[in-house]
């Protein structure tokens, strides 16, 4: 039996027992371990990629058949299941739900390419393009709270074929990590009147020691107290909370600043293992029960984590994170690479 249940210590909310009735063993191997002869991502491998949620594609063109540039599909190591409801309930003084939720995967390209930053400008807009598409289908399902979008990249092997894509999870929940954005935020605007993201901006710009790439929409910087080496944020300069109601042209300097700060990221580190996580406000649906000033206090934001350094005791223990590379220096660095 699947189920999401609350961490009562921490307040995470942990999707637990995603094997069912499967043998774990078996389904771990076949996770990770799928020798691929054919790369279920190209077109010509539609049937076996899964079934199609969306797609931009040539007018014409039936589903789950070639034709498309940007393609969703329901994600087969779904960890969580679309038919069912949430049931919150308790169990004694625990608190659990069923599995609900939507897990899907981008297909970023038709082309086997395996980095998003090797895409075009142009395609990458695309796929930003397909994030909000997708979104905003999903805040129609009220049972939805928060939708996350996420990339794991990693280099090629004969278990990972390495196409680009990315991947969306629905959830009934906000996650901790972002109510605690949210909590940080909704407090510094308390007592400022200011948005706290807007803030970092500002001063970032103005003594732009930690900026690594800037256009007319957005900023890239390395944060001040960085998690990783080579960590990257991507801000929107105009303040919005909500990556749904960003317009076309934003998205489009936001494809250019991304695959320009994953170029460089790339380069410097050969390209590295690295994730980036899309943290937008959770759905804002009337009389949702968010605070009055969310629209004003929270700024939403892409977060790019090279995992060059394995977590130790440290890290797992406190919670904190020991950056051996100051971000200044790591700005630096990124700023000086020649794309
Ligand atoms: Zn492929
Ligand atoms: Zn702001
Ligand atoms: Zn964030």
């Known amino acids: 039996m699947t189920e999401i249940r609350k961490d009562p210590f921490t307040g995470q909310w942990i999707v637990t027992g995603t094997e069912g009735e499967q043998d774990f063993f078996t389904s771990l191997a076949l996770q990770e371990k799928t020798e691929w002869k054919v790369c279920p991502f190209c077109p010509g ?36 299941q679309i038919e069912s409801d949430p049931d919150r309930r308790p169990e004694g003084m625990y608190d659990l739900m069923n ?6 995967v981008i297909i970023e390209t038709p082309d086997h390419i395996k980095n998003l930053s090797n895409l075009s400008v142009d395609q990458v807009t695309k796929v930003l393009s397909t994030y909000q598409a997708r979104m905003r289908d999903l805040e129609g399902d009220r049972r939805f709270k928060y939708s996350l979008v996420f990339k794991n990249q990693r280099k090629a092997s004969k278990y990972r074929l390495g196409h680009s894509h990315s991947q969306l999870v629905a959830l009934p929940i906000t996650p901790k990590s972002i109510k605690d ?11 400022k009147e200011r948005c706290l993201y807007c803030d970092v901006i500002t ?18 910087i390395t944060p001040f107290a960085s998690r990783f080496p080579f960590e990257v944020w991507v801000l929107p300069k105009r303040h919005n909370c909500d990556y749904l109601r960003e317009s076309y042209d934003s ?19 050969d390209d590295p293992p690295l994730n980036y996580m899309l943290h937008t406000a959770p759905y804002l649906r009337e009389r949702e029960g968010y605070w009055g000033t969310i629209r004003d206090d929270y700024h939403w934001h892409i977060e790019i984590t090279p995992q060059i350094l394995e977590l130790t005791g440290f890290e797992w223990g406190t919670g904190s994170y020991i950056e051996p590379l100051l971000p200044e ?3 630096q660095i990124l700023r000086d690479v020649k794309l």
């Open 203 to 220: 001063q970032e710009l103005k003594d732009p020691k930690r900026i690594v790439e800037e256009n007319d929409y957005f900023v890239a």
């Open 45 to 80: 491998s539609e049937k076996v990629s899964g079934k199609e949620i969306y797609a931009l594609r040539t007018p014409g063109t039936p589903a789950d058949s070639p034709g498309w540039e940007v393609r969703v599909i329901v994600s087969k190591q779904a960890a969580l």
């Open 329 to 331: 220096t790591a700005a």
């Open 181 to 191: 954005e949210l909590q940080n935020s909704r407090e510094y605007y308390s007592y």
């Open 99 to 104: 599995n609900v939720g939507a897990h899907e």
């Open 251 to 269: 998205i489009n300097n936001l494809a250019k600043i991304l695959k320009g700060s994953l170029l460089r990221i790339e380069k410097v580190l």
